[in-house]
């Protein structure tokens, strides 16, 4: 995710996932299960919550509120592919329902389809009208009208310039870039292969360039415009709009150019300070990403094979894709 200095922020406010708490099936014991997984939800246990509604199905395998209250969790729990086969289920046995395409909507968001979820949360409005007055569903829909989250522009096309927000390029005088990579004194082990990292696709982009941006490492942070951290705590970062891609980047823009002076890049390595951290391509294809914005590209690619898509591309490695290159390399010959 990018932040700007000088300029307003994007808040996300969080999409409405709905929860069933009746249920179609009357007798005691379906009663009981829902009543169980409902209060797991609440409580965030989401997989129990899951193990609950499930159970309910084993008795009335068609019970069409169930299978939306196994949607809910699964998109709490991060399972978007599931949550929208339980809604088809839910759909195709009860008929379709507001409620139903909000959840859809929220699925089809996490999987960075958010022209897919817009027209859900728009069906949702068309199928129950007084959707449409909530202010929920409203600054739902408003937050995926947003060109940042909902890029425009062909997939297709040789590169995604005219589809983004804006552009902040750096000055030939902030130029080479001086970096500095932080050591985080809490997992001092990690440092070497985050310098790495930083190396390898700061190269990409320099190259994609045509070497009109280069960059230098540093060894003191207030000679630096260009900072590196790494991380185990998630609350550092946020990608509240990109799933898959857990990093954040600051930039400070010029008012008198609109042109970048500095930028702080922060990822996420490993996801607590017992987890594992993750592989290296994972970690490359973030900060690949949060280059992208640090070297001024605001707002995305429509297109999943792109490093800057809305989320983590499926491509089984962090390489910039032709179309990358084709647009910093527009950016930078302005």
């Known amino acids: 995710m990018l932040k700007k200095r000088l300029t307003v922020n994007i808040v996300r406010p969080a999409l409405v996932l709905m929860l069933v708490v009746g249920s179609s099936i009357r007798p005691c014991i ?10 797991y939800f609440q409580a965030g246990n989401f997989s129990k919550a899951l193990a609950c509604f499930e159970s309910i199905l084993k008795e009335h395998p068609n019970d069409w509120k169930a299978f939306q209250s196994m949607a809910s969790c699964h998109n709490r729990l991060g399972h978007f592919d599931a949550a929208i086969s339980d809604l088809q289920k ?13 959840i859809m909507a929220g699925a089809l968001e996490g999987l960075g389809q ?61 130029l080479p870039l001086r970096v ?14 985050f310098v790495h990292i930083v190396r ?31 991380t185990d705590q998630r ?24 042109t970048t002076d500095w930028a702080n890049i922060t990822l996420l390595v490993r996801d607590g300070p017992t987890a594992p951290f993750r592989n290296s391509v994972l970690i490359s294809k973030a900060f690949l990403h949060e280059a ?37 390399r527009r950016v930078y010959r302005r």
């Not at 390898?200 to 590196?228: E, R």
Request: hydrophobic share 35%; net charge negative.
């Open 292 to 328: 992208g914005h640090a070297l001024g590209m605001h707002g995305h690619s429509p297109n999943n094979r792109d490093v800057m898509f809305l989320t983590a591309t499926p491509i089984p490695i962090a390489n910039l894709s032709q179309r990358d290159k084709n647009t910093i």
């Open 235 to 258: 609350h550092l970062v946020s990608s509240d709009h990109e799933p898959g891609l857990d990093g954040d980047t600051d930039t400070r823009i010029r008012a008198q150019d609109h």
């Open 30 to 39: 379906a009663a009981d299960w829902q009543l169980e997984g409902a209060q």
């Open 114 to 174: 958010p022209k897919k979820a817009l027209h859900w949360l728009e069906l949702a409005c068309s199928v129950e009208p007084t959707q449409a007055m909530n202010p929920g569903m409203q600054a739902a829909i408003r937050r995926l009208q947003d060109p940042a989250i909902n890029p425009t522009g062909s997939p297709n096309a040789p590169d995604y310039l005219s589809g983004l927000v804006s552009v902040s390029k750096w000055r030939k005088e902030n």
């Open 200 to 230: 390898g696709c700061l190269d990409q982009w320099c190259h994609a360039t045509d070497n009109v941006v280069s960059y230098k490492f540093v060894n003191d942070k207030d000679a630096a415009n260009f900072i590196c951290d790494y």
């Open 180 to 193: 500095y990579v932080r050591k985080n004194i809490q997992i001092p082990e990690f440092y070497e292969a």
């Open 90 to 102: 839910s759909i195709e046995i009860g008929g379709l329902h507001a409620s139903q395409c909000t």
